[in-house]
């Protein structure tokens, strides 16, 4: 099949890391019968917003609705539009209005990165990330009351659907299953938030019933998060509400060096809408316009992209390339992994060892 793709570079960085994963699917293309029907996308960035008052045109969702995937760089550009109008005006508006309900990271450790948490080797850090994507803690739903006075209150809801938690539950399992480990680590915190939380961790029982083969360990953010420095190898697959996925992304990948590795999947598994797949990072305006940022989150995330749609010998091609290159000579790694290559150099590297296979 011929998958039709949307590329996004968006800003800053996004628009130096984009053109190196284009490289690798042009390699991959080549080497593999993947047919990719690529649409470059130059709106949903802080330059269109410059030009138009706006972040996209008024028909965004037409224009992209029968793509298959979207390959998305990063958007932000706070020296001229806030950041809560770019995110909220281009890439929460994709995960919204394409229901990605799951934001999938992978969190690994590398051969040839130096690790942050002591006496830790590739192989003792290799579990994903399951976040859910479109409600929990994150809404607008609440209010101010008695503003002003000594008696101001603020309430902020949280939403918890039956729907929205056992569909990214499922997702979980079904990950947790298909893995030679088969655990699982729910997220909860049902001793402090004691309505949603204690719901939520039976919803994970429940689904755990028609998972019998996996091992469940629930276990409260807070302890949690330690684990994640203290004792990673525990880990498999965790899944976690909004917000603690939210901040467990980020702490799980900063356990694995430099953030300029880390790649996240936006996924609407029934494949009703296009999911998105980009680096983890931002726009990295304080890097920007040197062609110093490392493609490798954003080159991992586009065979994060050819993995879901189904081309897994491309997925496990760029993987390889990636792993051997950094392994490889300091001259073809760059400056956040302690090497001396641009982003140019780097990404044809890397497409170089994928068309070698
Ligand atoms: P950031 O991720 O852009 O940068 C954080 C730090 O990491 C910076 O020092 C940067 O130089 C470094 N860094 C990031 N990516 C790198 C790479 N590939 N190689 C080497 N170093 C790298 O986060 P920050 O500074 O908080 O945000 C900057 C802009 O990006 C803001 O407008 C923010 O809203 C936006 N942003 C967008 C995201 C997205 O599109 N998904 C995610 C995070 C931030
Ligand atoms: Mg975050």
């Not at 130096?16 to 019968?33: I, Y």
Request: aromatic share 8%.
């Amino acid at each position: 099949p011929v998958h039709r793709i949307a590329v996004i570079p968006g800003d800053g960085i996004g628009k130096e890391v984009m053109p190196e994963a284009l490289r690798v699917l042009q390699a991959v293309q080549q080497r593999f019968s993947v047919q990719l029907d690529l649409t470059p996308i130059a709106w949903a960035s802080c330059d269109h917003f410059a030009a138009h008052g706006d972040m996209m045109p008024p028909d965004w969702k037409a224009q992209l609705q029968d793509q298959h995937a979207l390959l998305f760089g990063a958007v932000g550009w706070p020296a001229t539009v806030p950041d809560n109008v770019s995110l909220w005006g281009s890439l929460l508006k994709f995960r919204r209005e394409f229901d990605q309900y799951i934001n999938l990271r992978p969190v690994r450790l590398f051969e040839g990165v130096p690790c942050p948490l002591a006496g830790r080797k590739p192989g003792d850090i290799d579990y994903f990330i399951v976040r859910e994507n479109t409600e929990g803690e994150y809404t607008k739903l609440g209010g101010i009351m008695f503003e002003g006075t000594e008696r101001e209150v603020v309430i902020q809801e949280s939403v918890f659907s039956r729907h929205g938690s056992d569909r990214v539950l499922k997702y979980a399992f079904e990950l947790a299953n298909s893995r030679p480990r088969k655990h699982l680590t729910v997220a909860t915190k049902s001793n402090g938030i004691a309505i949603s939380m204690p719901w939520w961790d039976g919803r994970a029982d429940a689904m755990h019933a028609h998972y019998p083969a996996v091992a469940v360990d629930k276990q409260h953010i807070d302890i949690l998060s330690a684990r994640f420095v203290l004792q990673p190898g525990r880990f498999d697959v965790v899944v976690a509400s909004n917000l603690f996925g939210d901040i467990l992304s980020d702490l799980g990948p900063a356990t694995t060096g430099t953030i300029g590795l880390a790649p996240s999947a936006n996924l609407n598994p029934e494949r009703t809408f296009p999911s998105l797949f980009e680096p983890v990072h931002g726009s990295a305006p304080d890097i920007y316009g040197q062609n110093i940022a490392n493609p490798v989150a954003m080159i991992w995330s586009a065979a994060l992209m050819l993995q879901f749609l189904g081309e897994q010998a491309a997925h496990d091609a760029i993987l390889r390339a990636i792993e051997a290159t950094l392994t490889g000579p300091r001259s073809e790694v760059t400056r956040d992994l302690g090497g001396s290559a641009s982003t140019t150099v780097m990404g044809q590297a890397i497409a170089a060892r994928v068309a070698a296979g």
